[in-house]
């Protein structure tokens, strides 16, 4: 695609009557592109949504929704209809392959105030609110842009029938995840944006409680370099996450994903647990197998073209923060185009000004957490347990959470992005 400044300026008849609507194109039908498809509607946008996949997909991982994403989904007009799944009466354990356990610390006890929900909730409830007149084509993809300074011309290819069409859009939005197309045809990088983490993560749905365990107990097995956590809900089985590291993420990919996570957690005999949550995943309908990688770039918008959520900052698992702030990125796109509805290469400037400290943090944090998840090595291992141990005692227990209640980390995770610039 030409750069913004080298382009010509083609003749929009959008732009010759300012009280014709503009048009906009949302790539991607996850959690981002949903939002941002039901926030340009609210500002007065055509929209039309393309989705590689035949169709929506169902479900998905424990998401842990934090203050951001709950005020933006709130302004979203969604927040009602995401369900809260915690189940108050949770216990989690730390356990190990001889499947001794000790009372550890849940997720909603480190962060108190996030709601927890699978994935498909959030993309469930923005779905639903989508009106008619927002187009959805699926199994359709962008396949090459060419931007003016009055629009972006976008070669679109039904993948069903083998076509391809050119239409123009005054703004394309791509929000199609970490290995964003849009990202790819629009930008460009000369070194790749993706930034790997050398870990590997598994996420399923179990059918049942674990052996031995309640519904509603979540276990935490963390070892040097791999680690497994149930996550309980109040209403349905839990799900889980698998996470190691991995000197080489491109052999994890060369196998079934099932051998690759036998290696990862052998040679040592598994024990029952470990074992039986491992023939789940072999079981599992449905799950996720991928590399934990970062997104970095310089600029988040070129021209008339922005990225939203993973495709311009993915954050990883370990920030627990993407759901929330690929929200919070639609809310606030919606924000800044409402302030110029007539310049739209101003207002994605606007937008990614405010953005851009928020997210530096949770890209760092999404760094600094992942030890939480699964410790590195020995000395982060050891930390972590130290820590648990620490925050189970009454006192040291009450003072530590008072001083992660005040931390910046937490604040961060609550900021309310649209009304701050608001
Ligand atoms: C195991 C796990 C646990 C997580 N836990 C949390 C958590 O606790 N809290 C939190 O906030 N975040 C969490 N996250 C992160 C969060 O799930 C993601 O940041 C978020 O879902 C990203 O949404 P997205 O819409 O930006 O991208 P995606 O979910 O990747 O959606 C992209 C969409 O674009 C479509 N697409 C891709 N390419 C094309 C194309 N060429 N044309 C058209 N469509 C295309 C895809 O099919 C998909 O529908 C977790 C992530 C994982 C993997």
Redesign the pocket.
């Known amino acids: 695609m030409m750069a913004a400044e080298e382009t010509f300026d083609a003749p929009n008849p959008m732009d010759k009557n300012m009280t014709l609507r503009q048009r906009a194109l949302v ?8 939002a941002s498809a039901l926030r340009l509607h609210r500002a007065g946008w055509d929209v039309v949504v ?4 035949p169709e929506r ?1 169902r479900g ?7 203050g951001t ?1 709950i005020a933006a989904a709130e302004r979203l007009g969604i927040a009602d209809a995401v369900p809260n799944r915690v189940a108050p009466e949770a216990v989690s354990y730390e356990v190990d392959r001889t499947d001794r356990r000790r009372r550890g610390l849940s ?1 909603a006890d480190v962060f108190g105030g996030s709601r927890l929900v699978l ?1 498909g909730d ?1 993309e469930d409830a923005a779905f639903t609110a989508l009106p008619d007149e927002v187009e959805i084509r699926y199994a ?3 396949s090459a842009l060419d931007q003016y300074l009055a629009g972006v011309d976008v070669e679109i290819r039904d993948l069903t029938t083998e076509t391809t069409t050119v239409e123009r859009f005054d703004l394309v939005v791509g ?8 990202r790819r045809l629009a930008f460009e990088p000369e070194q790749s944006p993706i930034r790997p983490m050398n870990y590997m ?1 598994a ?1 399923y749905s179990l059918p049942e409680a674990v052996p031995g365990y309640r519904l509603h107990d979540g276990l935490i097995m963390a070892e040097e370099g791999r680690s497994a956590w149930v996550f309980p809900f109040a209403d349905r089985p839990p799900t889980v ?1 698998l996470s190691y590291r991995t000197d080489d993420v491109d052999a994890q990919f060369t196998r079934p994903a099932i051998d690759s996570l036998r290696a990862a957690y052998g040679p040592e005999p598994t024990g029952s647990t470990l074992g039986w949550l491992l023939d789940q995943f072999e079981k599992a309908p449905d799950h ?1 197998f ?1 590399s ?1 990688e970062q997104v970095h770039l310089d600029h988040w918008h070129s021209g008339r073209v922005v990225l ?4 311009a900052w ?4 370990y ?8 929200l919070a990125g639609a809310d606030l796109l919606g924000t800044m185009l409402e302030r110029h509805p007539h310049d739209v290469p101003r207002a994605l400037q606007d937008w990614e000004d405010h953005l851009r400290p928020f997210v530096d943090h949770h890209l760092g944090s999404g760094v600094n957490m992942r030890s939480f998840f699964t410790p590195g090595n020995r000395a982060e291992l050891l930390l972590r347990t130290a820590m648990i141990r620490l925050a189970r005692l009454p006192i040291a227990g009450r003072l530590l959470a008072k001083m992660r209640t005040n931390s910046a980390g937490v604040r961060m995770k609550s900021l309310d992005i649209a009304a701050a610039a608001a």
């Open positions: 790539v991607g039908l996850g959690i981002s592109g949903t393309l989705e590689k996949a997909r998905g991982y424990f998401i842990a929704l934090f994403g997720y994935r959030i359709t993809v962008p929000a199609d995840g970490l290995r964003s197309t849009v993560i996420a996450l996720l991928d934990a939203v959520g993973d495709a993915c954050l990883t698992v920030s627990g923060m993407g759901a929330s702030t690929g």
